[in-house]
């Protein structure tokens, strides 16, 4: 049941069309506040598989699970009384929490990538909520693209990019936040940022009184990533993106920051003209889409300053650099 307000039928016949594809097994792209996601039943073994083969993404790599809110967390994941401290100040919201997954839990292995621990996350979207509560179950969902493409901000970018290998998709307009969640581990003794996202750093600090280790304080001792999101050339668009760009060529595309864009490139977006992080976050996918379909030789990216929701952003970025 739909327990509240969509604005229109159609979008109230799409959420169940979308909850029957899902119960059925099937792929369905949906909108959440940071990125689309690419979702399957997270109970149904088969059906998660069919989300990496979708992707083409490395099955070592595990999947987000979403949830409508603490208690369905709780019944899936060993649920820690930090967990449930950032989950009533952030949820629904961009924050996934790693957690130790229960063993009677029913989420199908394949979604923690054969790991003893769990990704749950509670998106704020009024479309993904209405989906969760409509299907009635958990649904495992990792950004809407190919494996190692741009992730998704519009129902647009996911027809280019998986077309008709997913089943349905929802289509509500623009993701407003624009990067996908902020990833916490809550399983060791102090928790651990694994991946900058939606919710910045300071934000969580701030909440728990406490300073987060990062991924390379946190990281196992074979030095190996712990969040394999991690990967180097995990964002990679199509071009050579040139990073801290003082310059830019007449053949180049700019990704401009700030209220004086380089001059001279053949085509220019700009993250923010008022130097606006949140803004920045917001447009950075499409924008990078935008401009990687550009007949050029490459984009040049001005500096963004790594404050705020801007470490999330120069993460990104570097991560497209990486060929
Ligand atoms: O905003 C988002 O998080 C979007 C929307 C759709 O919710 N989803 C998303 O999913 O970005 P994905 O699969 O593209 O990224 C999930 C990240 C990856 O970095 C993955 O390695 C990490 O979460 N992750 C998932 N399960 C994990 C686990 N058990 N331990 C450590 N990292 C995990
Ligand atoms: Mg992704």
Redesign the pocket.
């Known amino acids: 049941m739909i327990d509240f307000a969509i604005a229109d039928e159609a979008a109230v016949s799409a959420v169940r069309e979308a909850a029957e594809v899902l119960r059925s097994g099937g792929l369905v792209a949906f909108p959440?506040e940071?990125?689309y996601?690419l979702g399957a039943a997270a109970t149904n073994d088969h059906a998660v598989a069919l989300i990496f083969e979708a992707k083409g993404r490395p099955r070592f790599?595990?999947?987000?699970v979403?949830v409508t809110d603490p208690s369905a967390a709780a019944a899936i994941a060993e649920w820690p009384d930090l967990a449930d401290r950032l989950a009533a100040r952030f949820w629904p919201g961009?924050l996934?929490l790693?957690l130790r997954r229960r063993n009677e839990s029913g989420i199908s292995k394949l979604a923690?990538a054969g790991?003893e621990?769990?990704?749950l996350?509670a998106?704020a979207h009024p479309l993904a909520r209405a989906l969760l509560l409509e299907a009635d179950l958990p649904i495992a969902?990792?950004?809407a693209n190919q494996a190692g493409r741009i992730?998704p901000t519009t129902a647009d970018h996911v027809r280019q990019g998986l077309g008709d290998r997913v089943d349905v998709i929802l289509d509500g307009g623009a993701c407003p936040v624009g990067v996908?969640?902020t990833?916490l581990?809550v399983t060791g003794e102090r928790p651990a940022l694994?991946?900058p996202?939606g919710l910045a750093r300071h934000d969580i600090e701030a909440a728990i009184g406490e300073t987060l280790v990062s991924n390379e304080a946190g990281g196992d001792t074979k030095g190996k990533p712990?969040?394999?999101?991690?990967l180097a050339s995990h964002y990679a668009p199509r071009h050579r993106l040139r990073l801290n760009a003082r310059d830019v060529a007449a053949d180049e595309a700019l990704l401009a920051f700030g209220s004086a864009p380089l001059k001279g490139a053949s085509v220019i977006a700009n993250l923010s003209e008022t130097g606006n992080l949140t803004e920045a976050a917001a447009n950075l996918f499409s924008m990078l889409h935008h401009l990687d379909r550009q007949d050029v030789a490459g984009i040049a990216a001005m500096p963004v300053p790594s404050i705020g929701l801007g470490e999330a952003i120069c993460d990104r970025l570097k991560r497209a650099a990486v060929r």
């Open positions: 959440t940071t990125v996601g790599n595990p999947l987000i979403h961009p996934t790693i923690s790991g621990t769990i990704a996350r998106p969902a990792p950004s992730s996908e969640s990833v581990d694994l991946r996202g712990r969040s394999p999101g991690q």
